[in-house]
């Protein structure tokens, strides 16, 4: 019943079929998982070059794997880690917003992303140093941009 009544109000919202692709896509499922790492990896470092959301958007569009969105988030959120400049920071800050705002990436989503950061974050300490607290200064501002819940926010492992 549940799944019956979400299926209506996706097929109300304007542009019904649009979003319904958005929700499960139609045809990028079929590609390897790594093609997609990769397809996702350049998609990011393209975008830290050009500073285009809109083309990294569409980009993200053009895989057609909503389902794999996830993997932008953990992607993004650790070249973020990684990254010694506030440079780094602040555009994937306003890509995950601008993302997040246009309802490419959901709810769901987003939330596997950093949860799958949080889990990670041991490993990732080990190879960048103070990663803990530039993933709390991060997760921080994405809650304060209303990019995640409080509940995910408050998930967020520290030192």
């Keep these: 019943r549940a799944a019956l009544d979400r299926a209506t109000v996706l097929l109300s919202v304007t542009k019904g079929g649009k979003r319904i692709d958005n929700v499960w ?3 990028g499922g079929q590609q390897p998982v790594k093609h997609l790492v990769k397809e996702i990896d350049m998609l990011l470092k393209e975008y830290l070059l050009s500073g285009d959301v809109l083309e990294a958007e569409r980009c993200l569009q ?5 389902h794999f969105h996830h993997e932008l988030v953990y992607e993004a959120v650790v070249m973020v880690l990684e990254s010694t400049g ?17 309802s490419v990436i959901t709810v769901d989503q987003m939330k596997r ?16 140093p103070h990663s803990y ?9 994405c ?16 030192r």
């Design 25 to 27: 896509g139609s045809g």
């Design 62 to 66: 053009e895989l057609e794997v909503p």
């Design 86 to 102: 506030e440079k780094t920071f602040k555009m994937i800050l306003d890509l995950l917003k601008s993302l997040w705002k246009s």
């Design 113 to 128: 992303g950093y949860e799958r950061v949080y889990c990670e974050i041991p490993d990732i300490n080990l190879d960048v």
């Design 133 to 141: 607290s530039v993933l709390e200064r991060f997760v921080e501002e």
């Design 143 to 158: 809650f304060q941009a209303g990019i995640i819940s409080k509940p995910l926010r408050d998930l967020c492992p520290s």
